[in-house]
């Protein structure tokens, strides 16, 4: 399993999708896995009052999807906004359990992610408060590979793409 990250509005599900036509990869979005199995919907404001509990129902979800495929993307996140909207980490044991073969970290400039989230969720987010967020994902996710000993990609953007479906193709 690789690892997809990024804040959101990043771009995961468009690389996602890019690369499941690609390499015929299958690919799952952790927040839909979670939503699943709790039966309820996330909000679009993106907060997320109950992150340490989500993470449980994403683990039991995941280990289905290993007992049936072993090859596939998993789209999350290292970061969260909690329920007061501040920028909180998903616990490391999140990740030593999922054990990721490798993690690629989509970014892009914030004030991109800032017009496809008004775009998609029709709300306006702070540029200065997204380029935070994006930075402690990045942070985060250096500091969780290194733990695991996996390989991380970070792109730089949708010019990168391509070069990034190539390392998970080697992945």
Partial sequence: MIFISGVHGVGKSFFCDKVK???NIE??????LISERKHKPFSSDKLIPDIDENQ?????????LRARDIHFLLDGHFCLLNGDGIVTRIGIE???SLKPD???LLTELPE???ERRKLRDGL???????????????????????????ELKISKGRDDLDSTIVFVQNH
């Fill in 27 to 32: 690919t799952y979005s952790a927040s839909t």
């Fill in 94 to 96: 999140t990740f030593t």
């Fill in 112 to 114: 991109i992610i800032a």
């Fill in 21 to 23: 036509s690609k390499l």
């Fill in 102 to 104: 490798a993690i690629v």
């Fill in 56 to 64: 449980q129902y994403l683990l039991s979800a995941v280990d289905e």
């Fill in 124 to 150: 306006t987010y702070d540029v200065g408060e997204l380029r935070n967020f994006q930075n402690a994902e990045i942070a985060y996710a250096k500091e969780v590979t290194t733990l695991l000993g996996v």
